[in-house]
């Protein structure tokens, strides 16, 4: 079932989905940091075009931020319960793109973010591969941190 997307008849936060194309790095990202610094706000919620699991560095240097995200999983937007997003915030060009239909108000908001796994192919060291993870998620705390009025601001 897909999800509805109408702010109506619910609480005062704003419903924010993260949408990615694999779900297993920076919507996840962004979705943790919108639950541990916003939830009295931000209804957060991510998925992805496609599934590619939870990427373990992710959920690594999450956990150096002070966030858990090991409990989160990838899916995609149709294994979403029926919810009533008031944004979808695509975080990569290719779920720009590809993004799902969504009816009724929800508003779109493309915020791409550099893609970690990408960054850091090659790279000799775990350390030197941690580095764009790292980077990339101080990236989304600060875009998350002016949540909800960077969504208005881009």
Same mark, same amino acid.
């Given at each position: 079932?897909?999800? %509805? /997307?109408?702010?109506?008849?619910?609480?005062?936060?704003? #419903?924010?989905?993260?949408? /990615?194309? $694999?779900?297993? /790095?920076?919507?996840?990202?962004?979705?943790? @940091?919108?639950?541990?610094?916003?939830? &009295?706000? =931000?209804?957060?919620?991510? &998925?992805?075009? +496609?599934?590619?699991? *939870? !990427?373990?560095? &992710?959920?690594? =240097?999450?956990?150096?931020? $002070?966030?858990?995200?090991? $409990?989160?999983?990838?899916?995609?937007? +149709?294994?979403?319960?029926?919810?009533? @997003?008031?944004? %979808?915030?695509?975080?990569?060009?290719?779920? !720009?793109? !590809? /993004?799902?239909?969504?009816?009724?108000?929800?508003? #779109?908001?493309?915020?791409? @973010?550099?893609?970690?796994?990408?960054?850091?192919?090659?790279?000799?060291?775990? +350390?030197?591969?941690?580095?764009?993870? #790292?980077?990339?998620?101080?990236?989304?705390? &600060? @875009? =998350?941190?002016?949540?909800?009025?960077? *969504?208005?601001?881009?």
């Amino acid at each position: 079932m897909s999800p %509805v /997307c109408r702010s109506e008849d619910r609480a005062d936060k704003t #419903r924010i989905l993260f949408l /990615c194309t $694999g779900n297993s /790095c920076r919507s996840q990202m962004a979705e943790g @940091f919108a639950r541990a610094l916003k939830s &009295a706000e =931000v209804e957060a919620w991510s &998925a992805g075009v +496609e599934r590619h699991g *939870l !990427n373990p560095l &992710a959920v690594r =240097v999450m956990a150096e931020a $002070g966030v858990d995200i090991s $409990g989160q999983s990838s899916k995609l937007v +149709e294994e979403l319960p029926t919810l009533e @997003f008031d944004w %979808v915030v695509t975080l990569c060009g290719h779920a !720009n793109e !590809n /993004c799902p239909f969504f009816p009724g108000p929800v508003r #779109r908001l493309h915020k791409g @973010f550099d893609d970690p796994p990408t960054l850091a192919a090659g790279t000799a060291t775990q +350390e030197e591969a941690l580095a764009p993870y #790292r980077r990339v998620r101080d990236e989304i705390r &600060a @875009f =998350v941190e002016g949540l909800p009025g960077s *969504l208005t601001t881009g």
